[in-house]
């Protein structure tokens, strides 16, 4: 059991209900850091601090006292990580674990999708200055690759399976890595329990290396069911990417997102000698096993 405190800052989010789930098992003193006009609410246990994400102030008297503070920010909140970052600076929290956990953004900076990735780029950058300045803060970055049981129960890649439908892009046959919501919040409290090793790294981790044509076919025996099966080429959505682009619609992410992880040929699934999950001394559970927790609601009718 641990005595360290921890805030985490969004909480109540995808991922963030995951984390606390883990941080209290282990034993952790949690205290959700949420926006003053959010209407969240936290499991018993966790004690709540109401901030605004614009006053630093705000945000310091919140987090003095913590021995960590792990971020799990909505995207849409990753302008903000700056004066968040500041103010645990001002607080002296010596430990930081940055809203990240998708793209390897010291990797992919430069990549056609490292425009998006561009305020956790940022973010990381000053941490690494600010990690340099004060001997007693350190941070670390994950990059978690695919939300595999995320992206499933809603519908983002590969199947719609409240739809019964498929969409591969290419041959599907092309290796991509991915993580369960459960595998990254036990990747956290491992990060946080072994803070020596993994102090001032950005880590990457995956559970596993599958294919689309793997999990579907996976899914349908998992389901019992045939889903319609679409097929688009990665020239064809990269067309109409360029067009969505042009326009500056932001939407554009998601389908750059999926030319990185599924295109023939991309080769960015995560290679075992850059896994980090064994360091973590993390579990990873089977291909299966992820899809039948991420389709349970399909026995339910
Ligand atoms: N690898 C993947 O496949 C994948 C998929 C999705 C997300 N991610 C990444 O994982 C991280 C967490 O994502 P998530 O999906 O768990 O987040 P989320 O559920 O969308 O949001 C997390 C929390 O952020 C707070 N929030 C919401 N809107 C905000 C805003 N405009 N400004 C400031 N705070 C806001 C809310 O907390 P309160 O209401 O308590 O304030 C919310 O519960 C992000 O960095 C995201 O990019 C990765």
């Given at each position: 059991m641990s005595s360290m405190k921890v805030a985490v800052v969004g909480a109540?989010?995808?991922?963030?209900?995951?984390?606390?789930?883990?941080?209290?098992?282990?034993?952790?003193?949690?205290?959700?850091?949420?926006r003053n006009e959010s209407t969240a609410t936290f499991p018993q246990g966790v004690a709540v601090m109401r901030v605004d994400f614009s006053s630093l102030e705000s945000i310091r008297n919140a987090v003095v006292g913590q021995d960590a503070v792990v971020s799990?920010?909505?995207?849409?909140?990753?302008?903000?990580?700056?004066?968040?970052?500041?103010?645990?600076i001002e607080a002296r929290v010596p430990r930081f674990i940055p809203s990240e956990f998708g793209l390897n953004n010291r990797k992919y900076r430069d990549s056609r999708v490292g425009?998006?990735?561009?305020?956790?780029?940022?973010?990381?950058d000053y941490l690494i200055e600010l990690s340099e300045r004060h001997?007693?803060?350190?941070?670390?970055?994950?990059?978690?690759?695919?939300?595999?049981?995320?992206?499933?129960?809603?519908?983002?890649?590969?199947?719609n399976a409240r739809k019964h439908e498929a969409m591969l892009l290419d041959s599907g046959n092309e290796t991509f890595s991915a993580s369960s919501l459960d595998f990254v919040s036990k990747a956290i409290l491992e990060v946080l329990r072994r803070s020596d090793k993994t102090a001032n790294k950005y880590l990457s981790i995956a559970?596993?290396?599958?294919?689309?044509?793997?999990?579907?076919?996976l899914a349908e025996d998992i389901c019992g069911i045939r889903f319609d099966r679409s097929q688009r080429s990665s020239k064809e959505l990269s067309t109409i990417l360029d067009?969505?682009?042009a326009k500056g619609d932001k939407s554009a992410y998601i389908g750059l997102l999926e030319l990185h992880f599924f295109a023939d040929g991309a080769g960015h699934a995560l290679k075992d000698e850059d896994n980090a999950s064994d360091l973590l001394g993390l579990q990873p559970r089977s291909l299966r096993d992820i899809l039948e927790r991420a389709l349970a609601f399909f026995g339910r009718g």
């Open positions: 109540s989010g995808n991922l963030g209900v995951y984390v606390v789930q883990a941080l209290l098992r282990g034993g952790f003193g949690v205290t959700a850091i949420t799990l920010t909505a995207s849409a909140g990753t302008a903000t990580q700056r004066t968040l970052i500041d103010a645990i425009h998006f990735l561009r305020e956790k780029v940022s973010n990381s001997e007693w803060f350190s941070w670390t970055g994950l990059s978690t690759e695919v939300w595999l049981d995320y992206a499933l129960e809603n519908g983002i890649f590969i199947l559970e596993v290396t599958t294919t689309q044509s793997e999990v579907i076919n067009e969505r682009l």
